[in-house]
């Protein structure tokens, strides 16, 4: 992938986001300087996919939705070149099969060497509490090797709330963890769940989050249909 999009915006949007958000950041020297890693984060605004590879000294590849890379006419056009300037990957995360294309597309980050962003949860917190891990994460951390930095995000859903295009100036915090490595069988699946499940603790234990044992779209989809 052209890095040239990726480092003008980053170019551009650094001292911006030093001056007005005062990014407090902790433990950014877990993140390793070379070779395949993963990020993964708890996910409260769409600003974390913006400040977090801001203050990460390597580029962060994301997996995204590849709705993001095909609406029409112009504003579909600037969507998508965005979403290429912040480094992120078109993959079909609709379930299933097409899952495993994101999974197949993730090891082939990790496998050249690069750093993987990840948010376990699948989609944002509906309401500001960590949810339940989707396990994938826990078959590229298997298959590929590769460490996992556990990160915290602080206060991201009330600089950008859902729905909300102009950011408060607000200060901005992250906490990177140590990393985790995880090997073994990625075929059994009550294994995949209990290293998720440990991933997914350790971001709790340093956002102080309080934990849902449930998937976020299944919350949000029962709150859509308490409303309708």
Do not use: W
């Amino acid at each position: 992938m052209n890095n040239l999009p990726y480092g003008i915006l980053r170019a551009f949007l650094t001292p911006f986001l030093m001056i007005l958000f005062r990014p407090k950041v902790k433990g950014l020297r877990n993140v390793p300087g070379t070779g395949p890693v993963i990020i993964a984060s708890n996910h409260l605004s769409f600003s974390d996919s913006i400040f977090m590879p801001l203050v990460v000294p390597r580029k962060v590849t994301f997996l995204a939705k590849s709705e993001y890379f095909t609406s029409p006419g112009p504003k579909g056009l600037l969507k998508k070149l965005t979403f290429i300037a912040l480094g992120q990957v078109p993959v079909d995360r609709s379930g299933g099969r097409r899952s495993e294309a994101a999974l197949i597309t993730g090891l082939k980050v990790l496998a050249e060497g690069k750093c993987l962003g990840i948010y376990p949860e699948g989609t944002r917190s509906p309401d500001g509490r960590l949810y339940k891990g989707r396990t994938g994460i826990a078959r590229l951390a298997i298959e590929s090797g590769a460490p996992i930095i556990p990160v915290a995000m602080f206060n991201t859903e009330k600089i950008q709330p859902t729905g909300t295009v102009v950011p408060k100036v607000m200060r901005v915090e992250m906490i990177f963890g140590e990393p985790m490595y995880f090997e073994g069988d990625s075929s059994d699946l009550l294994y995949l769940r209990d290293v998720t499940d440990k991933i997914m603790a350790t971001i709790q234990s340093l956002s102080g989050q309080v934990y849902v044992d449930t998937y976020a779209t299944k919350a949000k989809k029962s709150a859509e249909e308490a409303e309708g």
